[in-house]
């Protein structure tokens, strides 16, 4: 974990000491209103839908979904990550993924793959799947270039019959994507009880949206995906019980929770350990175990790694100097910056960059 004094190293400089440019027009990253890390989060990481559809399926059935590394360059841009969910619309099924037994889902089931793993879905254990691999990359080839319909019949035609809400979307991973740091390879999140219910309204939505084909449906189906998986994500959140584990375990944690949002507020901030743990009322060595069981690091490093993802973000979208980028962050120096941000991306701010 870094230390109090390597973290002052990386503390933001006073406005004399900073790039005259970046004294101008830069503007040190987290300043302004607040928002919730979980926003912020989905928002730079580019979060983005890139298929929905329904499968409708009957008796007996099975499809084995490969590794996004066999799919990703259709649905996503150079070096960005996929990830999937499937709503239980109807019936009920097993779900598997290498290494892990199979588990039960029902209707009204949320099951999410974050990891890019491979899966299998399938009516019964043993049913051999109706798709090759490379049948399934040609599916997602040919629905993602609207040459297929978004309802999609699979199976042998019996019954019992199941009907998914399929969501494919991409995201950034590198350099840091706190979401996916730490996040299990699959989560089944169960129906809510409320009569409130935004995800269920949602989920309506799309499925009327993908069933009506009204014009502009593609555009409103990929914004529902997000959306949908967007509230997938909060209600896994709010249900995590509180010995729970990685990113989304840690924001319902009183201390790494905190601790979370005051780095997000103001992440260019001279953070030290001492002065997070006051920020928070508790003291370092308590910040350190909760952060530390929580996400796997340390609190001074996720302040690393949060800068550093903010400063991706800006040299891919803005035309800010490298040094003006490196003060918005929270750094000394450019040469510091570039150091540690060569350190996590495996290459200089100027070559991330370059290749967008």
Known sequence: ???????????????????????????????????????????LVRLTGALMFLVDASDPWCVDIPHTNAYRAILADPGQHVLSYHVVLEGSGLASIPGEAPIRFNRGDVLVFPQGDGYRMESAAGTPPEFSADEVVD?????????????????GGGDPRALFLCGFLSCDARPFNPLLARLERRLLVSPSERTDDSLQRLI????????????????????????????????????????????????????????????????????????????????????TERFAGKMGQGPMQYVTSWRLQLAARQLRDSRSTIAEIAWSVGYRSEAAFSRAFKKMAGMSPGAWRRIG
């Open 1 to 43: 974990m870094l230390n109090s004094d390597m973290s002052r190293l990386h503390a933001p400089p006073s406005a004399s000491s900073a790039p005259a440019s970046a004294r101008e027009t830069a503007t040190p990253a987290g300043s302004g209103p607040a928002q919730d890390p979980l926003a912020d989060v989905l928002n």
């Open 139 to 155: 599916f997602f080839e040919n629905l993602a270039a609207g040459r297929l319909p978004s309802i999609v019949p699979e199976g």
């Open 204 to 287: 309506d939505i799309a499925r009327t949206e993908i069933q009506s084909d009204q014009p502009g449906s593609r555009s409103v189906r990929l914004h529902l995906c997000e959306l949908i998986f967007i509230e997938t994500l909060r209600r896994h959140v709010l249900s995590q019980a509180p010995a729970s584990e990685g990113w989304l375990g840690a924001l319902t944690d009183p201390v790494a929770g905190a601790a979370i949002t005051a780095i997000h507020a103001d992440p260019a901030s001279d953070w030290t350990l001492e002065r997070l743990a006051r920020q928070i009322n508790t003291s370092r060595t308590v910040l």
